[in-house]
């Protein structure tokens, strides 16, 4: 009896453990505003170089946009309803929203944790872990508003896009980049270096451009195809910021915006797990 009794115990003891240890594996943030310290960071940063950055952000958008809109354009006529360089504005600003949020959470995240060893110095002051994963979600998802405001800015200037309905597609662009830079921040806490991000982008983020209705509208796809378009965040931001920009009521937005939100919270929990397991052993 003794034994069996000293058994459970113990077994009680371990289980306890892993509970426990499956708690801390989670990287989360100290406190509502030390991310903000990362973030301020990486700006300050960023500030030294911004032409350089910002042109980079915005080149080859602005091909996508001019060169097909003036060239395919011609062909294609309207689309929608409208001159195809308007219907492909919209989704030239949902485009560089993704790909915005997605470099810099890949690249330069990686960068700052793997290579510079920022992240290591970082969490030898006062903030943790999910401090710096936080703010580097959020400091992708704030050059991708910025990207995706300034494409925005050009296409209205253009007349490609209606004032002041486009104001509306601003908060989507933000919550936009924030899923995008999660789901980025999942792959960077995977990447064992620069080359693993390829498969990503191969494998992601290309179908995702293709088959989200940034160049034509999702309704030319066959029906299955569409069905698993409509469960990639592209084509959910598209559905938003298009509507906007047109001067349109936006279809089905509460369910958009909750499709763009799940992706956002799920990447995070999931990338604070694995930046916990890789960061903390």
């Known amino acids: 009896m003794d034994t069996s009794s000293s058994h459970r115990t113990e077994t009680g003891q371990r289980r306890t ?4 240890a499956v708690r801390v594996r989670f990287a989360w943030p100290s406190n509502a505003t030390h ?3 990362v973030w301020r960071r990486n700006y300050l940063v960023w500030r030294k170089l911004a032409l350089a950055s910002m042109f980079g952000n ?3 958008p602005m091909i996508y946009l001019f ?4 060239g395919l354009g011609l062909m294609v006529g309207h689309v929608a309803g409208v001159p195809y360089i308007d219907f492909l504005a919209a989704g030239t600003v949902a485009s560089s929203v993704m790909m915005s949020a997605t470099f810099e959470a890949m690249y330069s995240g990686f960068s700052r944790m793997h290579v510079q060893r920022t992240w290591e110095a970082i969490m030898h002051t006062p903030l943790t872990l999910g401090d710096i994963v936080v703010g580097e979600i959020a400091w992708a998802a704030s050059k991708a508003v910025l990207s995706g405001a300034a494409i925005m800015l050009v296409a209205g200037a253009l007349g490609y896009a209606h004032f002041p309905s486009m104001l509306l597609a601003l908060p989507v662009v933000a919550l936009a980049g924030l899923a995008f830079a999660s789901l980025a921040m999942f792959v960077t806490a995977m990447a064992p270096s620069y080359d693993f991000f390829m498969f990503y982008q191969t494998l992601v983020i290309t179908p995702m451009l293709l088959l989200s209705g940034v160049f034509f509208p999702l309704g030319q796809l066959p029906p299955a195809v569409q069905h698993a378009a409509l469960a990639l965040p592209l084509a959910h931001a598209v559905e938003l910021i298009r509507p906007a920009m047109l001067g349109r009521p936006m279809a089905d937005a509460p369910l958009h915006l909750a499709v763009l939100a799940a992706y956002a919270i799920t990447s995070f929990l999931v990338c604070s797990a694995l930046f916990s397991r890789r960061m903390m052993r």
């Open 67 to 70: 060169g097909l809109g003036f």
């Open 58 to 60: 915005l080149a080859d």
């Open 17 to 20: 453990r892993e509970r426990h």
């Open 35 to 37: 991310w903000i310290a």
